[in-house]
C-alpha cells in the first residue's frame, strides 16, 4: 500500500508557475501508475494529469496541456507537477493518487493525499 503527502501548494499570480509534489511511502511506489486531480469548491474533482509506471507515458486534461506536465522520479519516491502559465480557474485543491492498474484520467484510484492548495489570482 502506497501512501501519498502532497506539497508545493500556494498562492501564486496569473501567469506564474508552481511545481507540486507528491512524496509516495513504501518500496513499490513504482508499480503504480500516479495521477493528479483538483477540485475547486463547488465542483467535481476533475482530472489534471497521469503518469505511466515508468514515467514513459502521460496523459493530461486538455484544459491544461501544453502548461502542466507531470514527472516521477521512482529512486526517490516522487511524482511533480510543474504547473506553467496559471489562471485563475486553475485554483483548486490538488490531490496525487495512486493506482495500480495503470493510468486513468477517471477517479478510480486506490490511494489519494490529503490535498495541497492552490490559488491564482486575477
Known amino acids: 500500500q502506497v501512501q501519498l503527502v502532497e506539497s508545493g501548494g500556494g498562492l501564486v499570480q496569473t501567469g506564474g508557475s508552481l511545481r507540486l509534489s507528491c512524496a509516495a511511502s513504501?518500496?513499490?511506489?513504482?508499480?503504480?501508475?500516479m495521477g493528479w486531480f483538483r477540485q475547486a469548491p463547488g465542483k467535481e474533482r476533475e482530472f489534471v494529469a497521469a503518469?505511466?509506471?515508468?514515467?514513459?507515458?502521460?496523459y493530461y486534461a486538455d484544459s491544461v496541456k501544453g502548461r502542466f506536465t507531470i514527472s516521477r522520479d521512482n529512486a526517490k519516491n516522487t511524482v511533480s507537477l510543474q504547473m506553467n502559465s496559471l489562471k485563475p480557474e486553475d485554483t483548486a485543491v490538488y490531490y496525487c493518487?495512486?493506482?495500480?492498474?495503470?493510468?486513468?484520467?477517471?477517479?478510480?484510484?486506490?490511494?489519494w493525499g490529503q490535498g495541497t492548495q492552490v490559488t491564482v489570482s486575477s
Open positions: 513504501g518500496r513499490t511506489f513504482s508499480m503504480y501508475a
Open positions: 493518487a495512486s493506482r495500480y492498474s495503470g493510468p486513468s484520467s477517471r477517479p478510480d484510484y486506490d490511494t
Open positions: 503518469i505511466s509506471w515508468s514515467g514513459g507515458s502521460t
